[in-house]
């Protein structure tokens, strides 16, 4: 399997080029910030892809017994011009690969660490200033770390949420010197927040629906978009949780969890569909602005969007 990239030419999007590797169905996909390298998972593991080449690079093999990937996180700090790729699993592994040359870009294995069993890791966040590691699990575990110039993580604090299963986490609107570490529940639209180094926690019920997929959060813009697998995209305003549009996506099979992703400093918003279209909403207005089509059979539960370099 593979997956179609779209590059924004003027006044429209058209098609890149289609990267083929896969062989199974692919989870996850997530860019570097400058565009340069992409990751993908899914049941078959991890690939690295160079955007420029449209080449995969040389990576470690990810072995089965790790499960398929399901969660991507990019590490770059200030005082280190590589790129680091953290991913997790559906065995609950967290695996380090940096980036690194031996006669040829690759991706260099630094680590393989069995953070909870026996539960998907769902989401990852990284918070550069801080150099903090969010991690949520299926089991309803939450666990930051600090990573350190060579990759080596350092607990800060683990919490169990009871009665509840973590969809995603990110870092949110600043809290004294730190970011909040905001969790969103798959189900009953429950979010809690995480303060400070001992992980003081409040409950949140946001009116969100009965389910939430994939999130997209824009902290300078307060902006925060939330994928409703039943209905469409959801725009909320991150300081109050006021929902401010709904960006609808036709089902036409079965609701399913899709990707959701903000673009162009937040003017667009971009969601999968289960009919092989990927739709871009403007988001002030709430039209339909472009209808990339990829494939009427598939599911495109997968987005993801940087600048192309």
């Known amino acids: 399997m593979g997956f179609s990239l779209f590059r924004n030419t003027p006044n429209r999007y058209s098609l890149h080029a289609k990267l083929r590797g896969h062989s199974g169905g692919i989870f996850k996909l997530r860019p570097t910030e400058d565009g340069r390298l992409l990751a993908s998972g899914g049941t078959d593991g991890t690939k690295v892809w160079d955007l420029k080449t449209m080449h995969e690079l040389e990576s470690p093999k990810s072995p089965v017994v790790r499960g398929a990937s399901t969660a991507f996180v990019w590490i770059k700090r200030e005082d280190d011009l590589s790129e680091a790729l953290l991913y997790g699993t559906q065995n609950g592994y967290l695996v380090g690969w940096k980036e690194g040359k031996i006669n040829a870009r690759t991706m260099i294995a630094r680590y393989c660490i069995h953070v909870v069993n026996p539960a998907e890791i769902t989401d990852l966040a990284f918070d550069a200033p801080s150099n903090r590691l969010a991690v949520c699990h299926r089991g309803g575990v939450v666990q930051v770390y600090t990573v350190s110039a060579d990759m080596t993580l350092q607990p800060i604090f683990t919490q169990q949420l009871n009665n509840f299963t973590p969809r995603a986490i990110a870092f949110g609107p600043m809290w004294g010197n730190e ?56 725009l909320y305003r991150l300081d109050d949780h006021t929902r401010v549009k709904r960006f609808p996506v036709p089902v036409t099979k079965q609701s399913r969890l899709r990707q959701v992703a903000l673009l162009e400093e937040c003017k667009f918003v971009v969601s999968g569909s289960d009919h092989g279209i990927v739709y871009v909403f403007d988001r002030r207005s709430g039209n339909i602005i472009e209808v990339l089509r990829v494939d009427t059979r598939e599911w495109v539960q997968t987005v993801a969007v940087s600048a192309l370099v």
Not at 213 to 227: E, Q, S, Y
């Open 179 to 234: 970011r909040d570490i905001v969790v969103f529940g798959l189900y009953g639209g429950h979010v809690y927040t995480f303060r400070g180094n001992n992980g003081n926690t409040t409950g949140q019920t946001w009116n969100v629906g009965a389910h939430i997929g994939d999130i997209a959060l824009d902290n300078r813009k307060n902006v925060l978009c939330m994928d409703d697998p039943s209905s469409g995209t959801n």
